[in-house]
């Protein structure tokens, strides 16, 4: 089992950028796809982005492509998100996984391990 920290998570004015990062430890994240998810009050999780093993294929959601760019450094076991010109409905808690295997999938089941979540406010 590998365990996963978020961090870089804070409130940020519309229009702003954070970068959030997603550290591993107990297991190397480079045989797994990586994918990060979030949830609004209210809402349930719902997929942002999801990236290979080796960083080179990337899938976004349909709300934050072009926005936010996913990345990985499997040399220090970690995992960005890079969010640019934030509106106040990226406003979530949000979360990185680790797939089951060397894929990437916009499903939570196909997920194993999770981290706690940082918390993302957007202010209009």
């Known amino acids: 089992q590998v365990q996963l920290v978020e961090s870089g998570g804070g409130l940020v004015q519309a229009g702003g950028s954070l970068r959030l990062s997603c550290a591993a430890s107990?297991?190397?994240?480079?045989?797994?796809?990586m994918g990060w998810f979030r949830q609004a009050p209210g809402k349930e999780r719902e997929f942002v982005a999801a990236?290979?093993?080796?960083?080179?294929?990337?899938d976004y959601a349909d709300s934050v492509k072009g926005r936010f760019t996913i990345s990985r450094d499997n040399a220090k076991n970690t995992v960005s998100l890079q969010m640019n010109s934030l509106k106040p409905e990226d406003t979530a808690v949000y979360y990185c996984?680790?797939?089951?295997?060397?894929?990437?999938?916009?499903?939570?089941?196909?997920?194993?391990?999770w981290g706690q979540g940082t918390q993302v406010t957007v202010s209009s």
């Open positions: 990236v290979n093993t080796n960083g080179r294929s990337t």
């Open positions: 107990g297991r190397t994240l480079s045989l797994y796809g």
């Open positions: 996984a680790r797939s089951i295997g060397p894929i990437i999938s916009r499903s939570q089941s196909m997920y194993f391990d």
